[in-house]
Structures are given as structure tokens and as C-alpha cells.
T-cell receptor
Framework: AQTVTQSQPEMSVQEAETVTLSCTYD???????LFWYKQPPSRQMILVIR??????QNATENRFSVNFQKAAKSFSLKISDSQLGDAAMYFC??????????????FGQGTILTVHP | EPEVTQTPSHQVTQMGQEVILRCVPI?????FYWYRQILGQKVEFLVS????????KSEIFDDQFSVERPDGSNFTLKIRSTKLEDSAMYFC???????????????FGSGTRLTVV
């Protein structure tokens, strides 16, 4: 079974600064997807960024980028130029890409990000 | 942009009562999911549904739970006899499966907050 671990229950950052959220995972699969989801106080799950394991290039989406280290099974999220609206709970998630997978997402415990003005 | 719609947004029920949570997935999606998030905790997979049958379920999804797609558009989660510990946010999600592309288009609804009293 796959597991996802987020070791930082809480993080904080000053507005306009950069913050990195950590995630590690464990899997015996070679083909999978990794995701970061943002959950604001409304509790909606919003996809921030996606990484395909077979792609070596790190994914980027505007101010959000990842550092994907497949051998180390590490998938960190970097938020540049942090904004007040970035304050939320962030979840790292894993999904198998093939085989008998039916698309189940496995989530980490979440990191609460606070942005200080 | 297509959305996954969940109703109601908040439901309060008496312990021991049956409750049905409703979801309308995105119309061309093929896989449907329910997840649960107890307040302040991580999001947990409950069940996936494909081709009118359960394809995978977690240990949380016991005999008290059932899912169905009664009319080709709605996707429901029924809890037969609710317990206090069933109080949580329940998220429906749907995805479009086609080979490698199924890492994309995984969309969550905005959730139903279930309170069992």
C-alpha cells in the first residue's frame, strides 16, 4: 500500500516571501502521479499542481513549483511571492497510474500554511 | 469549467438515522469516488465506482455504507445508521479515464458537511 507523509503540520511565511512544503511518499510502483491540493477555509479541494512520475522535469504553475526527487520519493511544493490568499491547508496526494488502479488518491496529513502581511 | 456538484452542503442528522449524500459528477467522466475528511484530519478514500459497480473500497467503507448511480447522472452515498463518528466532510470526485490521460481531470465537489447529533 502507498503512504504519503507530510512532516510539517504548520508552516508560516511573510507575504512576498518563498516557502517550501515537504512531502515524502512510499510506493513500489514506478508509474504514478503526485499532486498538491489546497484546501482553504471553505474546505473545497483545489488542485494546485500535478507531477507525472515518468517526467523528470519538475512541474510549474505560475508561482507554484515542485521539486520531484523520484529516487528519494520526495515531492516538495515551493510557493514563490506568497500572497495572503495562499493561506490554507495543503495536502500532498499520490495516485497510481496504471495496473489495477482505479484512481484512488492517497493523501498526506496536510500542512497548514499561514501567510503574514 | 465543468463542476462536480454536491448536495446538500450541510446536513444534520440524528444518530441512527439513514442519510443520503448526493453528487452530480461531470457528465463525460467515467470514474466516481467518495472521500471523507474528519475535521482537522486528512482526507481518506472511501470508495471508487466504475461501470455501475464498486471497483475499490477502503476498510472504512463497511456494511453501513453503500453507493449507487440510480439514474445515469447522480451518484449517491448512503449511510444506513449514522454514528457520531460519521460526522465529517464528505467529498465526491469524478475523473475521466483514458490510458495515460487519467491523471488529469480529477475533480472534487465542494463537499457535504455531515453532522450527526
Amino acid at each position: 500500500a502507498q503512504t504519503v507523509t507530510q512532516s510539517q503540520p504548520e508552516m508560516s511565511v511573510q507575504e512576498a516571501e518563498t516557502v517550501t512544503l515537504s512531502c515524502t511518499y512510499d510506493t513500489s510502483e514506478s508509474d504514478y502521479y503526485l499532486f498538491w491540493y489546497k484546501q482553504p477555509p471553505s474546505r473545497q479541494m483545489i488542485l494546485v499542481i500535478r507531477q507525472e512520475a515518468y517526467k523528470q522535469q519538475n512541474a510549474t504553475e505560475n508561482r507554484f513549483s515542485v521539486n520531484f526527487q523520484k529516487a528519494a520519493k520526495s515531492f516538495s511544493l515551493k510557493i514563490s511571492d506568497s500572497q495572503l490568499g495562499d493561506a490554507a491547508m495543503y495536502f500532498c496526494a499520490y495516485r497510481n497510474a496504471g495496473g489495477t488502479s482505479y484512481g484512488k488518491l492517497t493523501f498526506g496529513q496536510g500542512t497548514i500554511l499561514t501567510v503574514h502581511p | 469549467e465543468p463542476e462536480v456538484t454536491q448536495t446538500p452542503s450541510h446536513q444534520v442528522t440524528q444518530m441512527g438515522q439513514e442519510v443520503i449524500l448526493r453528487c452530480v459528477p461531470i457528465s463525460n467522466h467515467l470514474y466516481f469516488y467518495w472521500y471523507r475528511q474528519i475535521l482537522g484530519q486528512k482526507v481518506e478514500f472511501l470508495v471508487s465506482f466504475y461501470n455501475n459497480e464498486i471497483s475499490e473500497k477502503s476498510e472504512i467503507f463497511d456494511d453501513q455504507f453503500s453507493v449507487e448511480r440510480p439514474d445515469g447522472s447522480n451518484f449517491t452515498l448512503k449511510i444506513r445508521s449514522t454514528k457520531l463518528e460519521d460526522s465529517a466532510m464528505y467529498f465526491c470526485a469524478s475523473s475521466f479515464l483514458r490510458g495515460r490521460l487519467y491523471g488529469y481531470g480529477y475533480t472534487f465537489g465542494s463537499g457535504t458537511r455531515l453532522t450527526v447529533v
